[in-house]
């Protein structure tokens, strides 16, 4: 077991109260996509998500145990790890889906399972591995995260329109989500994620299936968004993807917390998938399968 | 090769049990149902043998007719229901075409409905006990027989996958399919009423006694009857279907193997629909999203559809009689119970609603009002139409406020009940009558409490109401409406607030359960 698991040092960022954004309930301008909403959160100054203890064991397996992370506000963070390490079930329990044995979530220093349904106002979630309305069209169904948010009429519309454009779906905004391809799908679920502007935005694999003019899109998308003052929370299996992107990482295996901080801290000098490999383990040296070399015969 | 197959299938069923309680208890319901068919035939089968030969050869002609149509059209309606051996999973294996026939054939007649069939058929020379001759040959045209029905509905479904495949058409197939077996009590006894049905018999049987549906359970009778020729030509015919039916599914199956079915269909609606119509909030955005699905997803419009047929079928049952004036209250109690499982036919869908900051009343409220709206006007009408037709507009009142009292009882009741249970439901554009395993027990619970509790709460009013309808009291019929409008009113905000904090604290565990089924 190593025992890097560091609290990331205070990184001095743009608190989301200095953020150039629109206030709620505003319509953004034109071909904008909305920026994170403003204005003294819960308690300034407090981290954007901070997990501790948590604990989840479905029968007999323990998927998440005890995982304690502590996300900046305005970090752009990079969740990496094996399959089945936990990092969905550590993202369903930070946004509210899915319910903790044990260990508390805070959001903005509010805890989150004390009273879901007002602190979810500041969280933007795109998980994965779950259906979507999908008989409602594109333009329905952006619409619909919207104003489930409590949004008024003309920004749901304004904000539907920009991020539609945004993500390259204006063509196929009349078009029921369930003839989308997996990348539209991923594309028109992030921008439900991100019509109500929240201060927290946790991504579980936004990349997926996604072609690389639509990914570098995204990216810059959320890039803006970090600027702002937002906090993006992304898992992903592209070490280099994270690398790139991240300023802050957290490697999660069997349920734990390897390492965590900032890319450069975590990496250590050299590149980030070698130091994943490093972290967990599984990497098969040696000889190889023989009779696989189809030039032995 | 082909054991390896049959033992492929074995193993998938016993580990589809594993999973859970509920599969192994839905799995021992259908043996026991099987085995009480299977019963049932044989000692019917053995029963006949006493009968005389005209009679005996005219019913397995037309019992076997039934069964070959049922295995070559049920499955097209039920798409999807034995998907464990799709043939398109083997197409990376270099299998041999005969082997995977052969073997896919056996394996089709593992499960409860292909070993009550096989035994059936092979219990037809039961009936044959006084004619040795005709019961080997009734064994022989068995044999074929059960090779129709299984090849055959392999046949059918390859060849029209590519159709059914597509999302629009089988969701059209789907709904129009249930109104033959809405109607099928009225058709049954409209056939029976008829005079001369012994004749109508005779005569269905001689003809498809010559189709490839009937001509195996034909061999038997015709040797009986000493027509050796007729035998061996009806052997032929049913050897004949056997062959073609191979051929069609060797060339289907060559079709889709190498042009996958897309499932095609490109749906656009123009501007917000609905969305643009309610008022911009959660509840209004929630009633406006269960409308739209009431209108594109076949399973809610199933429940319309039905609608109209519940008249029609009661008037049928009995002409003449008063039992149509209940079609009303049942139609509302059918609308305001059909949003039982809301949450469930979400699916992980349902993550929207949670990850939201919706409340539950939010929640309950967005659903109840589209389908208190839709039963209210389904069950005026259908009140009012069925009122005139019998002439007894002083039973209006009555029949009102049983209506109302039963559709605010049971959006109530359902507005519970959808947020403390979920089961695996068919998800929009599977087929709605293909029930999910291990469904069975978990919605057979929860949908017989709900009706316990919505047949108690709503009893008032419906008693009352009967009571007026039968004294013909029209004091006690606007007795009836209050009590039904007021009682109703109350239990249904009694009902979404439950649900709604039931909801809340639940969602999370909800949605757990649904990503466990997928």
Redesign the interface.
């Known amino acids: 077991m190593l025992d890097d698991v560091t609290t990331p040092p205070p990184v001095p960022q743009p608190g989301p109260e200095t953020g150039p954004g629109a206030a709620p309930g505003a319509v953004p301008t034109s071909g904008s996509v909305p920026q994170p909403a403003t204005g003294p959160g819960p308690s300034a100054g407090a981290p954007a998500l901070s997990l501790h203890g948590l604990w989840r064991r479905f029968g007999d397996k323990v998927a998440v145990a005890g995982v304690d992370l502590v996300i900046p506000a305005g970090s752009f963070y990079g969740l990496v790890g094996p399959n089945g390490a936990g990092k969905t079930t550590t993202l369903s329990m930070a946004?509210?889906?899915?319910?903790p044995d044990a260990g508390t979530v805070l959001v903005g220093g509010v805890d989150l399972w004390a009273d879901?349904?007002?602190?979810?106002?500041s969280?933007g979630?795109l998980?994965d591995?779950?259906?979507?309305?999908?008989?409602?069209?594109g333009?329905?169904l952006v619409?619909?995260?919207g104003?489930?948010?409590?949004l008024?009429?003309p920004t749901?519309e304004g904000r539907t329109r920009d991020l539609l454009a945004a993500v390259g779906l204006t063509q196929d905004a009349?078009?029921?989500v369930?003839?989308y391809s997996a990348g539209m799908t991923k594309k028109v679920a992030l921008a439900?994620a991100l019509v109500h502007a929240p201060r927290v935005l946790v991504l579980d694999e936004p990349f997926e299936a996604v072609d690389p003019v639509s990914a570098a899109n995204i990216r810059e998308i959320l890039h803006q968004y970090v600027d702002g003052g937002g906090t993006v929370v992304v898992s992903s299996h592209v070490m280099d993807l994270v690398q790139r992107m991240c300023d802050h990482v957290a490697v999660i295996a069997q349920g734990h917390v390897l390492a965590a901080g900032t890319v450069d801290e975590v990496r250590a000098g050299r590149s980030l998938e070698e130091r994943f490999v490093d972290l967990v383990g599984g990497r098969i040296s040696g000889e190889g399968i023989a009779w696989l070399r189809t030039s032995s015969d | 090769m082909v054991a390896h197959l049959v033992r492929l299938k074995l193993t998938l069923l016993r580990n589809g049990l594993r999973r859970s309680v509920w599969q192994v208890l839905g799995m021992v319901v259908g043996a026991l149902y099987g085995l009480f068919l299977l019963v049932g035939a044989v000692v019917g089968l053995f029963a006949l043998g006493f009968a005389d030969l005209q009679v005996r050869s005219d019913v397995l002609v037309v019992a076997g007719s039934l069964l070959v149509l049922g295995w070559w059209l049920i499955p097209l309606v039920a798409f999807g229901v034995d998907a464990t051996l799709d043939p398109r999973r083997f197409i990376t294996f270099g299998l041999p075409r005969r082997d995977l026939l052969t073997g896919l054939t056996l394996a089709g007649l593992i499960g409860v409905p292909g070993v009550v069939t096989a035994l059936t058929a092979l219990a037809t020379p039961l009936s044959w006990w006084r004619e040795p001759a005709a019961a080997v040959a009734a064994l022989l045209g068995a044999l074929v027989g059960v090779l129709a029905c299984t090849i055959g509905s392999r046949a059918t479904t390859t060849a029209l996958a590519p159709v059914i495949g597509r999302r629009r058409v089988r969701e059209v197939v789907a709904a129009v399919a249930i109104l033959p077996i809405m109607f099928l009590g009225p058709i049954m006894s409209a056939v029976a009423d008829s005079a001369d049905r012994l004749a109508s018999l005779v005569t269905a049987a001689r003809v498809l006694s010559w189709t490839p549906i009937g001509a195996p359970w034909a061999v038997a009778p015709a040797v009986a009857a000493g027509d050796w020729l007729g035998a061996v030509a009806r052997l032929a015919i049913g050897v004949a279907t056997v062959l073609v039916a191979l051929r069609v599914w060797s060339w289907a199956l060559d079709r889709t193997l190498t042009d996958p079915v897309s499932s095609g269909g490109d749906a656009r609606a123009r501007g917000l629909g609905w969305f643009g119509v309610m008022p911009a909030t959660p509840v209004g955005a929630i009633a406006a999203r269960a409308a739209t699905y009431w209108l594109r997803d076949p399973r809610y419009a199933i429940a319309v559809a039905i609608v109209p047929a519940m008249p029609i079928v009661l008037g049928f049952a009995s002409p003449g009689s008063s039992l149509l004036l209940i079609a009303g209250p049942v139609t509302a109690f059918v609308v305001g119970w059909s949003i039982s499982a809301d949450v469930a036919y979400d699916g992980t869908a349902f993550w929207t609603h949670l990850a939201a900051p919706v409340r539950g009343v939010t929640d309950r409220w967005g659903r109840v009002l589209v389908a208190g709206a839709l039963g209210l006007v389904v069950m005026v009408l259908v009140t009012v139409g069925t009122v005139w037709y019998a002439d007894r507009f002083d039973a209006l009142p009555a029949l009102l406020g049983a209506g109302l009292g039963l559709l605010l009882t049971s959006l109530g009741a359902a507005s519970v009940t959808s947020a403390l249970v979920v089961y695996p439901v068919q998800m929009p554009g599977e087929n709605p009558f293909a029930t999910k395993q291990g469904a069975n027990a978990a919605s057979f619970t929860s949908q017989m409490a709900g009706f316990t509790a919505v047949g108690v709460l709503a009893a008032p009013a419906a008693v009352l109401a009967l009571l007026a309808v039968s004294q013909r009291s029209a004091a006690l019929g606007w007795v009836a409406l209050a009590v039904g409008a007021v009682l109703g009113a109350v239990l249904l905000v009694v009902g979404v607030r439950v649900g709604g904090s039931v909801l809340e604290r639940r969602g999370p565990d909800l949605l757990q359960r649904m990503r466990s089924f997928d």
Request: proline content about 5%; overall charge positive; hydrophobic content about 40%.
């Open positions: 946004t509210g889906l899915l319910r879901p349904v007002r602190v979810k106002r969280l979630v998980p591995g779950v259906r979507l309305f999908d008989r409602l069209t333009a329905q619409t619909y995260a104003l489930l948010q409590g008024d009429r749901v009349d078009t029921l369930v003839d439900c």
